[in-house]
Nanobody, 122 residues
Framework: QVQLVESGGGLVQAGGSLRLSCAVS????????MGWFRQAPGKEREFVAA????????NYADSVKGRFTISRDNDKNMVYLQMNSLKPEDTAVYYC???????????????WGQGTQVTVSS
């Protein structure tokens, strides 16, 4: 089992920044992919970004490319999502996820956190 706990959500004005954190614990996850997804009310859960824990290679959804940055801290077992230039359409519950397979952009990851709310006001 892998346990994931997100933090760092909140209310921010458009154009502002937030950093989400995900604390990772449990079985060995050094070969896992770590992802961030989001789900807005009435919409399906969508891919935001993912990173290979081992190599640090990252990929992003087109909607956040250039504004969001995913990173990981191997020593602290943490994954981060730095979100800049936030827009009202970024409002959603953000979820941290982990999966044995790399490169997945569908919400079919093996493990999920409980989510953290991000609200961007206009």
């Amino acid at each position: 089992q892998v346990q994931l706990v997100e933090s760092g959500g909140g209310l921010v004005q458009a154009g502002g920044s937030l950093r989400l954190s995900c604390a990772v614990s449990g079985r060995t996850f050094s070969s896992y992919a770590m992802g961030w997804f989001r789900q807005a009310p009435g919409k399906e859960r969508e891919f935001v970004a993912a990173i290979s824990w081992r190599s640090g290679t990252a990929n992003y959804a087109d909607s956040v490319k250039g504004r969001f940055t995913i990173s990981r801290d191997n020593d602290k077992n943490m994954v981060y999502l730095q979100m800049n230039s936030l827009k009202p359409e970024d409002t959603a519950v953000y979820y941290c996820a982990a999966d044995r397979r790399l490169g997945k952009t569908t919400p079919t990851y093996d493990y999920w956190g409980q989510g953290t709310q991000v609200t961007v006001s206009s």
